[in-house]
């Protein structure tokens, strides 16, 4: 007589929930000891529902059968020297942002995943951080053997595990994770489950992905497709564990609004790069950074937040800020990054033409006002051989380690936006209200951060020299893998490859 085959519910049931154990020798609050020191009250674990009833066996063969598909294209897109497809050269420069950036934040999520699978009390919630983690350490695999390729013919690839725990603007990427795997397993859900893979991934993932395939790169659109269904369960189980929250007890909404204004803010500062990305670093252009944000935020985000009103959760209060900050956001990163290209892993360079005119299009109400005429006078200055160089170092926000570079849009957007508190006796500084008030809630997480301008003041970046001895400490390839695009060695190749002048 054959086995009786089991149904799905019942398959679900057996690998997960009757996987837990009972405790009878320990007590059940040493084996969680983070479960209740960040005040969240759960009632019941097995109110946990994992829309997905993904098992581990079902896991293992559905990611094998993935991965079968994924290296084969990798395979076909080197032997075939995809590179060459791409639609020029200035576009890698992107995916170069990409790998030193967010592909480091892949391991960091993979670790945080981990811990929270093992602190959360819950069998259900255990399995499923667990799976996330999996993901995780698979899409920084998949992501790094993807852009070897390119490695192989563009300069600025090489050194992106070695820059990550170093440069300035890496940082800010790095202090987001650091924070929230430093936070205990449930805010650590709301900050990376919730706020970044739920409510901001589509502003990063998808515009990235379009940018990849407008511009001709197979392989960072392959890795995408890959990762796409991983993405939408990591997206259900952010969504999963608001609700579960919300549901289990009403002292637990004010905690989570407090997470939640916390993280949407940082992660919407990470976005700033993304925005710069979209508006000037594709040559082949999907579509705005303020198309993008009115998209994916305030249409699909507003829908969530209606949602989400019957549990007592509000949008936060600064959205009115952000959507005004959509008109200025990535001329102001891009300007920065312009200014001080000596100093960064990957060429700048300045739009053309068709290509101010398409940014003049798009924003209309602002960038013919207050950012054109910057570009047209560092093209000036550049004809004339007085290409601009900031040789200063810019003052970090202490909470995010963005540069002050924002301004005060809802007034004066020539204005910069300095904010600064005091505790105990030294004044720290911050780029927003937002971040002031992230500080001011939890002073002893970022008195101690690892500011890069700081450091490099106090000598931890290669010791006194100057900026050179910085550079070296960073291990950038000053005038090859930086600086202008225009005269550079990766240009040079590309003319070559195509045939050009």
Request: charged letters at 25%; one cysteine or more.
């Amino acid at each position: 007589m054959s086995a009786k085959k089991l149904n799905l519910k019942d398959k679900y049931r057996l690998l997960t929930r009757d996987l837990d154990w009972d405790f009878s020798y320990e007590d059940r609050k040493d084996a969680f000891p983070f479960e209740e020191f960040e005040g969240i009250k759960i009632t019941d674990w097995d109110k946990w529902e994992d829309p997905f009833r993904l098992t581990m066996d079902a896991y293992w063969k559905y990611q094998a059968e993935k991965e079968k598909k994924l290296y084969a294209i990798y395979d076909a897109f080197a032997q075939n020297n995809g590179h060459l497809n791409v639609s020029d050269a200035r576009y890698v420069n992107a995916i170069k942002i990409f790998l030193t950036a967010v592909s480091p934040g892949e391991l960091a999520a993979h670790s945080g995943f981990a811990f929270t699978g093992r602190q959360m009390g819950g069998i259900g919630a255990r399995i499923a951080a667990q799976m996330q983690s999996i993901d995780e350490l698979r899409h920084i695999q998949t992501q790094i053997h993807a852009m070897s390729h390119y490695n192989k013919f563009f300069d600025g690839f090489d050194e992106f595990s070695h820059m990550h725990d170093r440069v300035w603007y890496i940082s800010v990427v790095k202090s987001f994770f650091d924070d929230a795997r430093s936070a205990g397993p449930f805010e650590f859900m709301v900050a990376v489950g919730f706020s970044f893979e739920y409510v901001l991934t589509n502003l990063l993932f998808v515009p990235f992905m379009s940018g990849a395939a407008y511009n001709g790169d197979m392989a960072t659109v392959t890795f995408g497709f890959s990762a796409q269904s991983d993405e939408a369960r990591h997206m259900t189980l952010g969504l999963e564990i608001i609700k579960f929250l919300l549901e289990q007890h009403e002292d637990n909404v004010p905690i989570v609004q407090k997470w939640i204004d916390k993280w949407l803010w940082r992660g919407y500062r990470i976005l700033t790069v993304v925005a710069m990305m979209m508006d000037y670093m594709l040559p082949q252009k999907v579509m705005s950074w303020k198309e993008a944000w009115e998209l994916y935020f305030e249409q699909a985000g507003g829908a969530l937040f209606k949602d989400l009103e019957r549990y007592g959760i509000k949008m936060p209060d600064y959205t009115d800020l952000i959507k005004a900050e959509k008109e200025h956001l990535s001329h102001q990163a891009w300007w920065t990054f312009y200014t001080n290209s000596q100093a960064t892993a990957f060429h700048t360079w300045i739009p053309s033409d068709e290509e101010l005119d398409w940014l003049s299009a798009k924003y209309p109400e602002t960038f013919d006002k207050y950012y054109r005429p910057r570009w047209e006078m560092a093209k000036e200055m550049a004809d004339k051989g007085e290409r601009y160089y900031n040789e200063g170092l810019p003052q970090l926000c202490q909470t995010c380690q963005i540069p002050m570079i924002y301004t005060d849009v809802q007034n004066d957007p020539r204005d910069i936006v300095y904010r600064s508190t005091k505790y105990q006796g030294e004044r720290f500084h911050f780029c927003s209200d937002q971040c002031q008030h992230i500080f001011e809630n939890e002073p002893e997480k970022y008195v101690h951060a690892w500011l890069p301008v700081h450091q490099i003041f106090q000598g931890n970046c290669g010791g006194p020299g100057g900026l050179e001895k910085v550079m070296d400490y960073y291990k950038l390839d000053v005038g090859n893998a930086n600086m202008d695009y225009v005269g550079s060695p990766d240009e040079e190749r590309w003319k070559n490859w195509k045939g050009v002048a």
